[in-house]
């Protein structure tokens, strides 16, 4: 008896399809057929146009705003591919989530409060996902949410290799955290550079509003990097830069691998301080905000390896050896 040869099939959610067209792309296929569309009363229809039985189906899909869509629609789309295949008897289901919504309320920090980001892991599991790929979760500690592989990457080497190209002098520059809890990523992210490191104390009288209370670090005459995982409002950030600048620094860049850009936060960074925004196309960013100090790079080149080692059953941590 031969054993059943393994295929690969490659679908896109209608938040983020040039992400999924470069990643197809990078992959060597075609995305796959598959009818999205929403009833008059907003509930989503997903109906596959291809066989999947048997198959290695991969969802890509952004749990954010875009293309028309809410974050809400983004996860609700997501949720009904996946069943629409689990019952079309695919082999495995795995959600290419380039950004994890809902990743902020990870934790209980006053009483009465969800655990949102546990709350999508389960639904992602009932829905009938067997892996999940994601991008710089907002902490380290939600792959812990999950009872399925969750194969979990960063694009700090994109972000490396952008400064780096830049060709600035590593005396000056300084890579800053904005807050506490990303220290440690910073730090990575200051050795890779081989930089110096500050780090920010922030609070948050609310949400989406925050006062930067302390700096730690050197950051007089230097060229300070904020690095962060997302980008919401961009109130943070301008405070950050803000700060910085008061404290001396001579110029302020800043890099997050989710450029979520709500509300006034066009017009904040165009307004600041800052000299660059660089973000990934984990989350659509309009053509037209592309300009003037936002600069997107891509994630489809490592979206692409991760499929194909997940499918091939290779390692995807030498991605990042």
């Given at each position: ?118 709350l999508v892991a389960d639904l992602l599991s009932a829905a009938g996902v067997t892996n999940v790929i994601t991008i710089d979760l907002h902490q380290d500690a939600i792959q812990g949410f999950f009872s399925i592989p969750v194969n979990h990457m960063t694009a700090m080497p994109i972000f490396v290799d952008y400064f780096k190209n830049m060709s600035f002098d590593t005396e000056q520059l300084v890579v800053v955290s904005p807050d506490v809890g990303r220290a440690k990523a910073a730090k990575k992210f200051s050795t890779m ?129």
């Amino acid at each position: 008896m031969t054993e059943m040869q393994k295929s690969m099939a490659v679908f896109t959610g209608s938040v983020n399809p040039e992400l999924a067209d470069r990643i197809a792309s990078n992959l060597g296929v075609e995305l796959g057929n598959v009818k999205l569309e929403k009833f008059a009363n907003g509930e989503i229809y997903a109906r596959y146009h291809q066989s999947v039985r048997g198959a290695d189906v991969f969802l890509i899909q952004s749990v954010c705003a875009g293309n028309g869509y809410d974050v809400n629609d983004a996860l609700m789309e997501l949720l009904i591919m996946a069943d629409a295949a689990k019952r079309a008897s695919a082999r495995s289901v795995c959600a290419v989530v380039a950004h994890y919504g809902y990743a902020r309320q990870d934790r209980k920090a006053a009483p009465r409060e969800p655990i949102t980001a546990r709350l999508v892991a389960d639904l992602l599991s009932a829905a009938g996902v067997t892996n999940v790929i994601t991008i710089d979760l907002h902490q380290d500690a939600i792959q812990g949410f999950f009872s399925i592989p969750v194969n979990h990457m960063t694009a700090m080497p994109i972000f490396v290799d952008y400064f780096k190209n830049m060709s600035f002098d590593t005396e000056q520059l300084v890579v800053v955290s904005p807050d506490v809890g990303r220290a440690k990523a910073a730090k990575k992210f200051s050795t890779m550079l081989g930089c110096d490191l500050a780090i920010m104390h922030k609070d948050r009288p609310k949400h989406n509003q925050a006062e930067i209370t302390a700096l730690i670090g050197d950051v007089t005459d230097k060229i300070c990097i904020l690095n962060d995982d997302m980008i919401d409002t961009a109130g943070s950030l301008v405070a950050a830069a803000t700060t910085l600048k008061a404290k001396g620094a001579s110029k302020v860049y800043a890099c997050a691998t989710h450029g979520l850009f709500s509300g006034p936060a066009y017009d904040r960074i165009e307004n600041s301080c800052i000299e660059e925004v660089v973000v990934t196309d984990a989350v659509p960013v309009p053509l037209d905000r592309q300009t003037g100090k936002i600069k997107v790079l891509s994630v489809a080149p490592l979206c692409g390896q991760t499929i194909n080692n997940v499918y091939t059953n290779g390692s995807v941590s030498r991605l990042f050896e």
